[in-house]
């Protein structure tokens, strides 16, 4: 069964960066819709960014336009979360899933419903 695994969480200070990686080792992810969400403690778990298959189409949730990068090596078949400016309302469990559907540049960020598979996250703490 697919697993994913996610990497390169940290503790950090505002302003600083971390890049994030998503891996499934033994499976190939380039057909696959992947995205990345998060949950802070109390929280929701929310969207954050997505890929789809070949990275021809991105979304990201408001909160991190312009800070955040998502793309994607299909050779290596892994996917990266590229954080820019952390403030502390960033600090949470990020999590990695994928999903085959369908998403356009533009849309809203998928519901989570879309996903199937998912990581066990990785801490992301950002100190003020």
């Known amino acids: 069964q697919l697993r994913l695994v996610e990497s390169g969480g940290g503790l950090v200070q505002a302003g600083e960066s971390l890049t994030l990686s998503c891996a499934a080792p033994g499976f190939t992810l380039d057909h696959s819709v992947i995205g990345w969400f998060r949950q802070a403690p109390g929280k929701e778990r929310e969207g954050v960014a997505c890929i789809t298959g070949i990275g021809t189409n991105i979304g990201y949730a408001d909160a991190v336009k312009g800070r955040f990068t998502i793309s994607r090596d299909n050779t290596k078949d892994t996917v990266s979360l590229h954080m820019d400016s952390l403030k502390p309302e960033d600090t949470a469990v990020y999590y990695c899933?994928?999903?085959?559907?369908?998403?356009?540049?533009?849309?809203?960020?998928?519901?989570?419903?879309?996903?199937?598979?998912w990581g066990q996250g990785t801490q992301v703490t950002v100190s003020s």
């Open positions: 899933a994928t999903g085959k559907f369908t998403f356009h540049h533009g849309w809203p960020l998928p519901s989570i419903r879309e996903y199937k598979n």
